[in-house]
T-cell receptor, first 119, second 115 residues
């Protein structure tokens, strides 16, 4: 079975601070994808990034960066110089291929981390 | 622009009533999913479909049903609504044949209250 753990339920930082959101996953599959989604106060879910299990390169996109480490089964998300607009719930998710479904995959979500950035 | 829509956005109903939540996507995606979001649980999969006439149960399917008669729509039906089904419901879709595959894109959500 697959599992995603986001141990940080809530994080509060002051604007311009850096913040790291932790994500630890469990799976027996060797091929899988990891995702981060953002849910702002308006409620929609916004796709941020996808990483496959064969690519351990870290990724940077503006103020966002992601650190994928297979050795510790972690896929952590760092926001540099946080801004009030970064306040949201952030979800980490894992997808694996189910044999019965062919190539299609399902997502297993963590419980989310509520990030509050104070002005 | 292609999109995924849900209706209604808010719904209040009474225990025991049948309720149907609509999901419509214009991306022509094969795969469609229904999730519910509850505090402390993240999103949990209710039902999913990998194509027309295909439906499958997810982690929390009891009390829910879906049908897929065309590519664009996957309505979710609560046969007899219960207070435990008060939640926010999200529909999502993905395309297996895309490269890379299977990023799920979500609708805006439906907030359902069962009194």
């Amino acid at each position: 079975a697959q599992k995603v753990t986001q141990a940080q339920t809530e994080i509060s930082v002051v604007e311009k601070e850096d913040v790291t959101l932790d994500c630890v996953y469990e799976t027996r599959d060797t091929t899988y994808y990891l995702f981060w989604y953002k849910q702002p106060p308006s409620g929609e879910l916004v796709f941020l990034i996808r990483r496959n299990s064969f690519d351990e390169q870290n990724e940077i996109s503006g103020r966002y960066s992601w650190n994928f480490q297979k050795s510790t089964s972690s896929f952590n998300f760092t926001i540099t110089a946080s801004q009030v607009v970064d306040s949201a719930v952030y979800f980490c998710a894992l997808s694996v291929t189910y044999r019965s479904s062919g190539s299609a995959r399902q997502l297993t979500f963590g419980s989310g981390t509520q990030l509050t950035v104070l002005p | 622009d292609a999109e995924i829509t849900q209706s209604p956005r808010h719904k209040i109903t009474e225990t025991g009533r049948q309720v149907t939540l609509a999901c419509h996507q214009t991306w022509n995606h094969n795969n469609m999913f229904w999730y519910r979001q509850d505090l402390g649980h993240g999103l949990r999969l209710i039902h999913y479909s990998y194509g027309v006439q295909d439906t499958n149960k997810g982690e929390v399917s009891d009390g829910y049903s879906v049908s897929r008669s065309n590519t664009e729509d996957l309505p979710l039906t609560l046969e007899s609504a219960a207070s435990s089904q008060t939640s926010v419901y999200f529909c999502a879709s993905s395309e297996s044949r895309s490269i890379p595959p299977d990023t799920q894109y979500f609708g805006p959500g439906t907030r359902l209250t069962v009194l």
